[in-house]
């Protein structure tokens, strides 16, 4: 069947599947919104007899999609290597209480198009960060999509076997999964950090912090921020307290990232810091904090 059919609506509408299989991929909206509409420019570019030989459009633009964030991947690392300090995922707001893989709804915003699942949660995309492009690409697109090993194979230029391979190895990394904590539970243990935040009390966070716990600041060279992770539940304790203090008038507030509990923090009513979590145990092990404001924009609306 050709595409002689398909609407420009219905061509139109595998944009919000794209943008959330190129987030994934790439870790940055911005970013995935760009490949998006790459892969849309060269589907326009088509001669209309091209267009209708095409038995799945939407088969096609994920292929291209995928192509171009494979691109994207291998000259990330590079640019990452020249980035001051960490690199982490741009952050994501949004996501009700207790309802994984909602999502915002049908807007034109990319941000309004994204389901907010465990796929999304920073602790998996700094994972996934771990992968080479093309371990990322086979993982995500099997793993979380489902898509087949056979279509994969069109993305990556590589057997099915091999992509089923190159999955297998990111399965790897991302390694034995911990016991799933109730969001209730992570939102617990974040309001318990915030108040010890807010009343400086770093008995209390050194109780709240696992003692091997690790935080991971990205200020992108643009504002302060730590250059490597902080090692050691009582020095992320003693840090938090100094940034607190040397910080009047910030203002902590506890919002959903990535679609898991998670705190934001205002000064002057323009959010300046978006901080995701992992908890184990009832205690935080890992802390990632995004300060560098071009991450930041999706937050201008916060409330």
Not at 255 to 276: D, I, Q
Request: proline residues 6%; glycine residues 10%; neutral net charge.
């Amino acid at each position: 069947m050709g595409t002689a059919g398909t609407s420009t609506d219905e061509i139109a509408g595998e944009r919000r599947r794209l943008i959330n299989v190129a987030y994934r991929l790439l870790g940055s909206l911005s970013e995935a919104e760009d490949a998006v509409q790459e892969a849309y420019a060269r589907w326009y570019a088509l001669p209309r007899s091209r267009q209708e030989e095409i038995v799945s459009p939407g088969a096609w633009l994920t292929t291209v999609t995928g192509r171009i964030c494979l691109d994207l991947l291998g000259s990330a690392r590079a640019r990452r290597e020249r980035y001051v300090g960490a690199w982490l995922p741009e952050p994501l707001p949004g996501s009700p209480p207790g309802r994984a893989g909602w999502d915002h709804g049908r807007g034109a915003d990319p941000a309004d198009q994204m389901v907010l699942d465990e796929s999304v949660a920073m602790a998996f995309l700094v994972v996934l960060e771990s992968m080479t492009p093309a371990e990322r690409v086979a993982f995500v697109l099997h793993d979380v999509f489902r898509y087949p090993f056979a279509e994969i194979a069109g993305v990556l230029g590589r057997t099915p076997a091999a992509c089923k391979q190159l999955a297998a190895s990111a399965r790897r990394r991302v390694g034995v999964a911990r016991a799933p904590v109730t969001a209730a539970g992570q939102a617990d243990a974040v309001r318990q950090v915030k108040q010890a935040w807010e009343t400086m009390d770093i008995a209390a966070l050194v109780d709240l912090l696992d003692p091997a716990a690790v935080m991971t600041a990205d200020g992108g060279g643009v504002v302060g921020a730590v250059l490597r992770p902080i090692e050691g539940g009582a020095r992320i304790a003693q840090y938090m307290v100094a940034i607190a203090g040397n910080a009047p008038g910030l203002e902590l507030l506890e919002r959903p990232v990535n679609g898991v509990p998670g705190l934001v923090a205002k000064r002057a009513g323009v959010v300046v810091t978006v901080a995701s979590f992992e908890v184990a145990d009832g205690r935080v092990t890992r802390m990632w904090v995004v300060r560098n404001p071009e991450k930041l924009r999706l937050w201008a609306r916060d409330r």
